[in-house]
């Protein structure tokens, strides 16, 4: 083990020792292909059986065949849009929002770019959807409206239930897609209950300590949408491609273990994060935590720091052996700020400022200390080199003071 603090768990996740175990055998083993006809096959065709059972269980009691196998959630949501847009022609209106993970939000514009209409549902400075936009964009035209459980840079929470009632109120033929990746294990899903107007779910194991390279995607059944990848039989013909059955077994047994240890696992990362907030917001000036006064996940904190850079705390913390996330991994790389926090109209002095950390069931105590006692320091070097910071005064400069409640940069 090395000494590095993982804070990232947005990001992905390692695999749970447990979920290793499981599906190890089905590389070296057991490494038939499901779909031949010899006898050694049948042990790898009935695992993918069981556990599509088991994930189809821990949503709610969906329906096996209810659930595909994918790739990651990349595939699962892109499968969810261009799938209901191949089997439905006749429509091309679709509603998302503007902080969707860019597997929505970037099939979105491209969308546009095609000559689809997508209207882009607004949210306040907290995250939280425009309600009354929200239903003014539904038509009886809509194809599909998709709208994520939780955001993967603020862990805003999407009032999902409620959404997908009111858009079969509004119009029962509109097919409702969630990306559930940063939810699932995380917040209660039930496929058969709160979550009953839910058409399409995607999500990926490697948010949750399976590995990189498995999702899936819940199709109710009766949903029109056709297979993304053609060329093989496999997932009922609804996914060509031969199955990644040991990464399949290992999926559905994260799940298990999610669902399994929540409650006690859940209670001991919001105290964690919550103590990490608190501290922060206490000892340094100028900073504020992104998606404050929504419902969040309990494993993620987002703190805008005014004046300073992003890349530079995390380039410190990384001395440090702290790893974090600037925004979605995605995003990262590239200068211009996240279009999660200008979406939010998050001030201009902190847009580039903002650090996402992100705590998982592996995180300890001692490493939110070790945060809490190098963090203050990082934030006050990096000021004392900004052009905007007084360093006399630790303070910032009259002329930046309005900075504060502007949204674009100042001429
Ligand atoms: N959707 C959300 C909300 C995410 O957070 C991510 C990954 O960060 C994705 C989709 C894409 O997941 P994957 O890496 O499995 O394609």
């Given at each position: 083990?090395?000494?590095?603090?993982?804070?990232?768990?947005?990001?992905?996740?390692?695999v749970?020792p447990?979920?290793?175990?499981?599906?190890?055998?089905?590389?070296i083993?057991?490494y038939?292909n499901?779909?031949?006809?010899?006898?050694?096959?049948?042990?790898?065709?009935?695992?993918?059986?069981a556990?599509?059972?088991?994930?189809a269980?821990?949503?709610?009691?969906?329906?096996?065949?209810?659930?595909?196998?994918?790739s990651?959630?990349t595939?699962?949501?892109?499968?969810a849009?261009?799938?209901?847009?191949a089997?439905?022609?006749?429509?091309?209106?679709?509603?998302?929002?503007?902080?969707?993970?860019?597997?929505?939000?970037?099939?979105?514009?491209?969308l546009?770019r095609?000559g689809?209409e997508?209207?882009?549902?607004?949210?306040?400075?907290?995250g939280q959807i425009?309600?009354?936009?929200?239903v003014?964009?539904?038509?009886?035209?809509?194809?599909?409206?998709?709208?994520?459980h939780a955001?993967?840079?603020?862990?805003?929470?999407?009032?999902?239930?409620?959404?997908?009632?009111i858009?079969k109120?509004?119009?029962p033929s509109?097919?409702?897609?969630?990306?559930?990746?940063q939810?699932v294990g995380?917040?209660?899903?039930?496929?058969?209950?709160?979550f009953?107007?839910?058409?399409?779910?995607s999500?990926s194991g490697?948010?949750?300590?399976?590995?990189?390279?498995?999702?899936?995607l819940?199709?109710r059944?009766?949903t029109?949408c056709?297979?993304?990848?053609?060329?093989?039989?496999?997932?009922?013909?609804?996914r060509?491609?031969t199955?990644?059955?040991?990464f399949?077994?290992?999926l559905?047994k994260?799940?298990?273990?999610?669902?399994?240890n929540?409650d006690?696992?859940?209670?001991?990362?919001q105290?964690?994060r919550?103590?990490l907030?608190?501290?922060?917001?206490?000892?340094?000036?100028?900073?504020?935590v992104n998606?404050?006064n929504?419902?969040?996940?309990?494993?993620?904190?987002n703190?805008?720091c005014?004046?300073?850079?992003?890349?530079g705390i995390?380039?410190?913390?990384?001395a440090?052996?702290?790893?974090a996330?600037?925004?979605?991994?995605?995003t990262?790389?590239s200068l211009?700020?996240s279009?999660?926090?200008?979406a939010?109209?998050?001030?201009?002095?902190a847009?580039h400022?903002?650090?996402?950390?992100s705590?998982s069931?592996?995180?300890t105590?001692e490493?939110?200390?070790?945060?809490i006692?190098?963090?203050?320091g990082?934030v006050?070097?990096?000021?004392?080199?900004?052009?905007?910071?007084?360093v006399?005064?630790?303070?910032?400069?009259?002329?930046?003071?309005?900075?504060?409640?502007?949204?674009?940069?100042p001429q």
């Open positions: 083990m090395t000494d590095t603090i993982y804070l990232d768990n947005n990001a992905t996740t390692c749970a447990e979920v290793f175990e499981a599906l190890t055998p089905f590389l083993d057991e038939y499901p779909s031949s006809l010899y006898d050694p096959a049948h042990g790898p065709a009935e695992a993918i059986t556990s599509r059972k088991q994930v269980r821990l949503l709610g009691k969906a329906r096996p065949d209810e659930i595909l196998f994918t990651c959630a595939e699962s949501n892109n499968t849009v261009f799938g209901t847009i089997a439905n022609p006749d429509r091309r209106h679709i509603v998302t929002t503007g902080v969707e993970h860019p597997a929505i939000f970037s099939v979105g514009e491209d546009q095609r689809f997508v209207s882009f549902v607004p949210v306040d400075t907290d425009d309600r009354v936009e929200f003014r964009a539904l038509r009886s035209d809509t194809l599909l409206v998709s709208i994520m955001n993967n840079e603020t862990g805003v929470i999407y009032p999902v239930e409620e959404l997908s009632r858009t109120e509004t119009e509109i097919i409702f897609h969630t990306d559930a990746t939810t995380k917040l209660p899903i039930d496929l058969r209950g709160s009953k107007n839910v058409d399409l779910l999500f490697h948010k949750l300590h399976a590995p990189k390279g498995i999702g899936a819940f199709i059944r009766g029109r056709r297979p993304f990848l053609l060329g093989g039989h496999q997932e009922g013909g609804r060509a491609g199955e990644n059955v040991a399949i077994v290992g559905a994260a799940l298990e273990l999610a669902m399994e929540h006690e696992d859940e209670a001991r990362i105290a964690m919550d103590r907030e608190s501290e922060l917001v206490e000892r340094i000036p100028y900073l504020e998606g404050k929504a419902p969040r996940l309990s494993n993620t904190l703190v805008a005014h004046f300073i850079e992003g890349e995390l380039f410190q913390l990384s440090e052996g702290i790893c996330s600037s925004g979605s991994a995605c990262s790389g211009e700020p279009h999660v926090l200008r939010m109209h998050i001030p201009f002095s847009i400022g903002s650090v996402r950390f705590l069931r592996y995180t105590d490493e939110i200390d070790k945060v006692e190098v963090f203050p990082i006050n070097n990096l000021r004392r080199l900004s052009p905007y910071w007084d006399k005064k630790n303070e910032p400069r009259p002329e930046a003071m309005e900075m504060l409640t502007q949204t674009e940069r």
